[in-house]
């Protein structure tokens, strides 16, 4: 089988290294990938919202299967796209991608079937948002109502940070047409948990649980980013809590949507909280994860075609998920000034030290090749991860994996898994 991936960072590069276990792929493309994806796919140039383009090349190329690994795309309709022309592709449709497309959408449905999740408000001017917040309790959480490259969440100490907050996001425009709505959160404490799953319509499997350090700085200090680094499993997910979820909040969700005329074939995220009152949804993705995937599928042994296959199929039910029972540890490595200002266009080395290293890993997120030389193309550049028996031996083993990396201004955290110990 011929496939196509559709992305360029760390995330589609696990999913790209993945398939490329499975003896059912011939052959694998990548549009538009990166240097790391180019060692095991062929990188075509068309860019990720570029569906018309991409649809041709499917056809063109006579690829079986499509896997969308970004949310843009998604939202945008690639499946309907794809579909229209009767390709296989994996990944929700338009209609069901707005389960991540819109803060506001998701807040409702969970409100409507009874899902756990914080207290909201939705805004659709910037002076209403501005005069609730006078009346509300502190710390509160602003989001922005579309996709944001996972930054678009201010947590606001004070009622002065809330209402620039909200300039920020409504008057500013800091994220485009993302912030002409916002959701106006409680804030909610615990312990943050990612939680993947794989979804055919009806029938929901659930992958091994994660944990993501999105703050840029150490002790989750600074700015959101899109992930510094993560760990798998959670010694916070409990069976009690695995039981929890998947009475109320996992199938709940499918049904849910399956109830609005949304059929979710694909993958859906959950960014679940862990409080003193249960766990409860502080938010849905509709694809898989990043860095979550840097960690979760090293950890899979199932063939991932057979389950994409599934899935596309309504055959889930017939399927169990396996996956070992070790952990993994992912550092990100970033261009320092991220995810503000920073430069690339660095050279990287150490790059060879992984090959043939059974446990290690190294997942690129922002780079190309330059006259045969790999160099820095972005803000988050690449994902270290390792493997370990339990959670501190994978630790231990990838940040001294992070150690065999250079390029002139990487920067990271030197605390991700720190929760753990």
Same mark, same amino acid.
């Given at each position: ?210 944990? +993501? ?28 809590? +695995? ?33 003193? +009152? ?41 399927? +169990? ?101």
């Amino acid at each position: 089988m011929k496939v196509l991936v559709v992305g360029s960072g760390g995330r589609e590069h696990a999913i790209v290294w993945k398939i490329a276990q499975s003896k059912r792929a011939e052959k694998i493309y990548c549009a538009p990938g990166n240097a790391g994806i180019a060692e095991l796919a062929e990188c075509v140039p068309i860019g990720a919202m570029e569906l018309t383009k991409l649809a041709d090349f499917a056809v063109e190329n006579e690829i079986g299967l499509t896997v969308v690994g970004m949310d843009d795309p998604l939202v945008a309709g690639i499946v309907d796209e794809f579909e229209a022309r009767g390709l296989r592709v994996f990944g929700p449709r338009k209609n069901a991608a707005i389960l991540e497309g819109s803060k506001a959408f998701s807040k409702e449905l969970m409100k409507k079937y009874n899902i756990p999740t914080a207290a909201y408000e939705v805004f659709h001017s910037a002076e209403d948002a501005v005069h609730y917040l006078k009346t509300a309790k502190f710390p509160a959480v602003l989001k922005a109502d579309g996709l944001a490259l996972g930054k678009g969440v201010l947590i606001c100490k004070t009622y002065e940070e809330a209402e620039a907050g909200v300039r920020a996001l409504m008057t500013e425009r800091q994220f485009g047409a993302a912030g002409d709505t916002i959701v106006i959160e409680e804030f909610m404490t615990g312990r943050e948990v990612s939680v993947l799953s794989f979804c055919d319509g009806k029938t929901i499997r659930i992958m091994t649980s994660a944990q +993501d350090h999105k703050r840029a700085k150490e002790g989750d200090e600074g700015l959101n980013t899109g992930g510094m680094g993560t760990f798998s499993p959670s010694p916070f997910y409990t069976e009690e809590t +695995d039981a929890f979820c998947r009475q109320h909040i996992y199938q709940a969700t499918v049904d849910a949507m399956a109830a609005e005329g949304r059929e979710f074939k694909g993958v859906i995220f959950f960014g679940l909280m862990l409080t003193e +009152d249960g766990p409860k949804v502080l938010e849905y993705n509709a694809r898989f994860g990043d860095p979550e995937t840097q960690v979760v599928l090293p950890r899979m042994d199932n063939d991932i075609l057979d389950v994409f296959e599934a899935c596309i199929d309504g055959t889930l039910e017939q399927m +169990d998920l396996h996956f070992a029972d070790n952990a993994a540890v992912c550092v990100v490595l970033a261009s320092d000034g991220y995810p503000e200002k920073y430069e690339k266009g660095f050279p990287i080395s150490g790059l060879e030290q992984f090959k043939d290293k059974e446990g290690y890993y190294v997942f690129h997120a922002g780079t190309k090749s330059e006259q045969g030389t790999c160099v820095t193309n972005g803000g988050r550049v690449l994902g270290v991860t390792a493997l370990g028996t339990d959670l501190k031996e994978a630790k231990n083993n990838a940040y001294a994996a992070t150690e065999w990396i250079s390029f002139a201004n990487k920067y990271m955290r030197s605390d991700i898994g720190s929760a753990i110990e």
